[in-house]
């Protein structure tokens, strides 16, 4: 089984997109749109066979695909995001979902909740308890999980947009954690590496297979894994951080042949 990708081009609206915890910045969609080609060039330099979606004008934070789906290697799950104007972006990435994985779920309403809320590490699934993310989707989560054996946690958090704004997976057996947002109780099991000092939004990493990937503005933090003993990619994703994007939100990933 090989790892794949799905991704979407950066729409050229991405100016107009929805933002919670940063102030707006102007956003140069040119400079974005060669910021996500770099991010893919990463995904596939480190072996991650890539389909890139075309881009949606009208929806301007469709680069984070993320936030629509949650693939699982038994079914995907179709979100419902928490932010309205979003979401016409799961219905545009429906056919590519239903391409890759069946059967496909979706969480209805009233339940509401972003793929960057949600973190699975092996056979747990923690969830976000966000802006974006409620207990009534949680909830549904779990139900559609349980026949598979997942656990899913709902997780508090404060002061980010999305629960991998805090917390991210190196390994099954270790996270990076900014516990100034995310209560690091939740995550006593694994072993914790914390972001550097000033460095509060580098908690969010993309991990393949023994590799990780990350945003180049964060060189502390990275300095920490390394010493951990992970390899590093980083990249440079300034613009798409405007739109209160990290790297988790970029892509889909998920295994297949």
């Known amino acids: 089984m090989s790892l794949h990708a799905l991704c979407r081009a950066v729409s050229p609206a991405i100016a107009d997109c929805e933002l919670s915890f940063i102030g707006r910045e102007a956003i140069d969609a040119a400079l974005a749109q060669a910021q996500h080609l770099d991010y893919i060039s990463a995904l596939i330099g480190l072996g991650v066979s890539v389909t890139e979606l075309p881009a949606?004008?009208?929806l301007p934070?469709?680069?984070?695909?993320?936030?629509?789906?949650l693939l699982f290697d038994e079914l995907a799950v179709l979100t419902r995001p928490g932010?309205?104007?979003?979401?016409?972006?799961?219905d545009a990435i429906a056919p590519a979902v239903q391409a890759v994985r069946k059967p496909v779920e979706r969480i209805s309403a009233p339940g509401t909740i972003d793929g960057g809320d949600v973190l699975r590490i092996g056979r747990r699934v923690f969830v976000g308890l966000s802006q974006r993310s409620n207990q009534v989707a949680i909830d549904q989560l779990a139900a559609i999980l349980k026949p598979y054996d997942y656990t899913v946690t709902a997780v508090p958090m404060q002061d980010c947009l999305h629960l991998k704004?805090?917390?991210t997976a190196l390994s099954d057996e270790t996270v990076l954690i900014?516990?100034?947002?995310v209560d690091a109780a939740f995550f006593s099991e694994y072993r914790q590496i914390r972001v550097a000092e000033h460095e509060p939004d580098a908690a969010n990493v993309v991990r393949i297979g023994s590799a990780i990937l990350m945003p180049s503005a964060f060189p502390k933090t990275q300095a920490l894994?390394?010493?951990?003993?992970?390899?590093?990619?980083?990249v440079d994703v300034s613009e798409l951080q405007k739109a209160e994007g990290a790297v988790t939100c970029c892509s889909v990933l998920f295994t297949g042949e």
């Open 56 to 58: 949606e004008p009208d």
């Open 83 to 90: 932010a309205e104007s979003r979401r016409a972006e799961v």
């Open 165 to 167: 704004s805090a917390v």
């Open 225 to 234: 894994i390394e010493t951990a003993g992970y390899s590093v990619t980083a």
């Open 178 to 181: 900014n516990p100034d947002w």
């Open 61 to 69: 934070d469709s680069v984070f695909v993320e936030d629509t789906v």
